[in-house]
């Protein structure tokens, strides 16, 4: 008797809207599961991509650098080539100076150069 009063066509009509509810659900939640995938995907490549692009500006700079440091070696080698010429011109100068007395032209130019040439590898640097 008790079967006869209850309202099967409400309790029914509720399961299949629960049931359609639930679908619904699950099927909103598999959407925004790939929404966020899809999301993910797409961080990914824009860190990706930034990466590789901090690569590629990391190996310009140690080109320049590497170029840079084989000029300044240049440099370098011809300075000290320069500076060590100087130096053997000073020595073997045939009258000494007095203490009291200037340089004479050949030695101001010669010192001029050493002193133009210790500038422009300071510049270079």
Do not use: H, Y
Not at 62 to 76: G, L, Y
Not at 87 to 116: G, H, I, Q, W, Y
């Amino acid at each position: 008797m008790l079967l006869k009063t209850l309202p099967w066509r409400a309790i029914g009509a509720a399961l299949v809207a629960a049931a359609i509810f639930s679908a619904g659900w699950v099927a909103n939640g598999w959407r925004k599961d790939a929404e966020i995938d899809r999301m993910k995907t797409a961080s990914a490549q824009a860190d990706l991509a930034g990466a590789n692009k901090a690569i590629e500006d990391l190996g310009a700079a140690s080109q320049t650098i590497r170029s840079k440091a084989d000029e300044f070696n240049a440099s370098q080698a011809t300075l000290a080539v320069k500076v060590d010429q100087a130096v053997k011109e000073f020595r073997n100068a045939k009258k000494p100076l007095p203490v009291d007395c200037r340089p004479d032209d050949f030695r101001v130019r010669k010192l001029s150069d050493a002193v133009d040439a210790a500038k422009q590898a300071a510049a270079a640097r």
